[in-house]
């Protein structure tokens, strides 16, 4: 077994585990894994117990997520934007694949709750089978992102055997792997999974970091070993109540990406996923930390901020308003640090 696959068999699934290692009254814990599954890694758990309640909230099941009125199921319209099994086809030239309904930790504040570490999401080679066959029908998509659940959950001859079949469509043009495992269970970044990746470029993986006390020693490492298997890498950080919403933690956690050659690509404001409102956080804090952060830090550090718009209408970027008036021939409006300006509109 290596370490990676020792590492989830190790990981606290059920109540009585979290009870044992942090303290949790168990009879709390049980309703809500009923409904939602927890898997919290070895390596996760020392985390939170270094950095606390950041981290903690993303692991741990919370009551509240059985209490949510305002949520819903599917708040994407997944399933309505699935012309084959676990393939969403939304936007013109992509398509999202699911792989794998398992993933390293189940975040608590996931969009794809009712699916993940169940029976829902299952991807067979039936499955499978369709979605090639609708890809080699459907040209105008140069792009499969592949997702889940997490794909590197998956052993590697299975990845293996999904990219090298994509690959043989010739319409298809990039690869993008969506995984939180650099996070979450940085062990699974081995030299040899980067020996096979890198024989699928262009290759991009948008890995998943919320707070910067997951920046550690071993993230740096996996993210090393991938970036230098030649493949850009790009952070899809979720803006979270309690976890991220200030300006100061995400300026650090988007510096710190940077460093680790991870390029910030989206802060996604958190979906009204039935069971997560306790993350929500209003609009405006969300652009009342993109107006901190834009200038103030390099730009390559900044992420769009957008929100995923219900029922599958896409996602849209929310920009802080820098323009005041367009007027008398000039555009008035503000820089950086809250000073008028003005250029002439045409
Ligand atoms: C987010 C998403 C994508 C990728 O969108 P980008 O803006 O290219 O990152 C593709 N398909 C679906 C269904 C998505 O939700
Ligand atoms: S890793 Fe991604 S898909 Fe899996 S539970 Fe977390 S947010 Fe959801």
């Known amino acids: 077994m290596t370490s990676w696959q020792e590492e989830l068999k190790n990981a606290i699934t059920n109540s009585a585990g979290l009870a044992c290692a942090l303290g949790y009254d168990p009879a709390a814990a049980e309703a809500i894994i009923a409904r939602y599954p927890m898997r919290i890694t070895p390596y996760y758990l020392e985390l939170i117990k270094k950095a606390g309640e950041p981290l903690r909230r993303q692991a741990v099941p919370d009551l509240r997520e059985l209490e949510d009125p305002v949520g819903m199921e599917d708040p994407l319209g997944e399933e309505n934007l699935s012309p084959v099994p676990n393939l969403v086809h939304k936007y013109p030239d992509r398509v999202l694949l699911l792989v794998s309904g398992q993933c390293a930790m189940y975040c608590r504040f996931c969009t794809r709750k009712r ?17 090639l066959d609708y890809l080699r029908n459907t040209p105008s998509v140069r792009e499969v992102l592949i997702s889940g659940g997490d794909p590197l959950l998956l052993a590697d001859e299975r990845l293996e055997d999904i990219l090298r079949r994509l690959r043989e469509i010739k319409s298809i043009e990039i690869i993008r792997i969506g995984t939180r495992t650099p996070c979450t269970l940085p062990m699974r970044i081995t030299p040899k999974l980067c020996a096979m990746l890198r024989q699928f470029h262009p290759l991009y993986i948008n890995t998943h970091f919320n707070h910067p006390a997951e920046l550690t020693k071993e993230a740096e490492r ?7 298997a030649g493949i850009p890498l790009g952070c899809q950080t979720v803006l979270l109540k309690g976890v991220n919403d200030s300006a100061e933690v995400l300026g650090k956690l988007f510096c710190g990406l940077l460093r680790l050659r991870v390029k910030p690509y989206y802060l996604m404001q958190a979906d009204l996923t039935k069971g997560t409102g306790h993350f929500r956080t209003p609009i405006k804090a969300g652009l009342e930390i993109m107006r901190q952060l834009i200038g ?5 550090a900044v992420p769009k901020f957008v929100l995923d718009a219900p029922s599958g209408k896409g996602k849209i970027p929310l920009t802080p308003d820098y323009i005041t008036a367009m007027q008398e021939g000039r555009l008035e409006f503000v820089n950086f640090q809250g000073l008028p300006c003005s250029y002439p509109l045409e």
């Open 296 to 300: 103030t830090v390099s730009g390559m």
């Open 222 to 228: 996996a993210c090393t070993l991938l970036a230098d």
């Open 115 to 131: 699916k993940v570490g169940g029976e829902a999401l299952r991807f067979s080679e039936e499955h499978f089978v369709a979605a």
